[in-house]
Every structure is written in structure tokens, then in C-alpha cells.
């Protein structure tokens, strides 16, 4: 047993759906751009009221979403994203100022982050009675947020690092992710490469190490399926479309989603 990642179509819409192997619900979702109502830049399924889009379509790409994941938008949990460390404990829907990062426990209950590049952090047991899910972009990862919300899950869930699994969605790679070598003595040097005299991060290496030092063992560590700025058709990537793009969703609830496998 243990946890993969497959990609799925669920009519005009295309997913990266976090399962247990064999059968049984959704762990956890990240959305991809096909299908979706806007247009120019944020083509596709733009799911963020924040990036210059215009608002009626991302309505309609919400409720698209919604509708076929079987979700009610008014159950949903979000964090506020600050590029910061804090992860809370979310035991009602809505907004939870200065985090980054939620898990909960509570049936009916969702959350969701928007991401573009950032890493979507995913921590679970095998039953889903309890998980987590934060952002890590190079701020947060640097701050330690993939420990942090291991350790909450552990304390809340009054679990081992054994029992949990940690997976990371679709988001840039050590491929891509280019930067100055001033912003980039930021993370811990293991994460950091020289490659023909230019420097790249490896955030999932280095979300990864958390989610290790938290007791995770390796095996239950999935690295991501996808490097958004590989794929930018596939995915909106900060990076690939110089800033000026969506956001995909990454999704987790307590007790998994209601998307039954379609093979
Ligand atoms: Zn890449």
C-alpha cells in the first residue's frame, strides 16, 4: 500500500489526484489549467481573484470546480498565504489570517491553497482522519513550513512521523528554478546547485528533508509528479510566464474527496 500520484480527467477538467493505490476516495487534488472560462494570460482554469483576471470568470471556474469535485464552496478552509511559517488547526471554514498552512480532522470540512510554482505540501495518514496542507514557496521552505505542519499533525493527530505520508504537488523543480546567488544562500546549501555557472534551487529536495527530520520515513515521501515550469501548457508557472499568470488549486479534506477512480 502507500500513496501515488495519478493524472485524471474528470470531463473538460484535468487533475493530479493523490490516491492510496488499489481502490477508494481522493486523497488530495491539484488542478491543472485545461478547461476554465478565462482567457489571454490565466487561459484555463485560473482559480485566483488576486492575479488581474477578470472576476466573473474565475466565479464561473470556481463553481465548475466545485461542481465536479463535489465540493460546496462554503465547507472550504483557506489560508491566507504570506510566504511565512505558521500553520493553524482549522475547525470551521474560512480564512485563517497570517497562515500558510492548515490541517484538520473535522468530516465536511476542505481546504485549499493557490499556487503557481510554490510547492503544494500534502501530510496524511493512511486512514485521511487527519491532514494537512501548506504552501511552500522559497520563503516558507526556508522557514521550515513542511516541518512545522508535520509537527502539527503529529501533536493533533497524537501520532508518529511512521505513520504519516508527505506528498508534494505539482510545483518547480531543481530543473528550473533559477536564482541570483544572494537570494538563494537563503536555504540550506544542500538545496542549492551550481549548474554551468548558474545556481538552482531544489525545494522539493529540500521539503522533503523536513518532512525526514519530522520521522516521515523515506518510503512515505512523494516527491511531485510534475515541474510546473516544464509544463507551463499543463500547469500556470510564475517562472514560465514571467509573472504574469493563474493559479492552480491544491485541495485536501479530512476523510479524502468524493472522486471515485474512472479506469
Ligand atoms: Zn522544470
Redesign the pocket.
Known sequence: MGFAWFQENRGALSFYVLRLVGPGSAAAVVTQRTGGFSKGVYEGLNLSLRVGDDPRSVRRNRRLLASTLGLNEKDCAWPEQVHGESVLYADAPGRFSGADGLASSKPGLWMAILVADCVPVFVLDEQLSFVGLAHAGRRGTALGITRNLVELVKSKADASGQALTVALGPS??????ELDTRTASELPRPFVKERNGKTFADLWEANAAQALSGGVPADNILLPPA?????PQMFFSHRAHGGSTGRQMAIAAPGGLGLQRND
Open positions: 518547480i523543480g531543481g530543473c528550473c528554478y515541474c510546473t515550469c516544464c509544463e
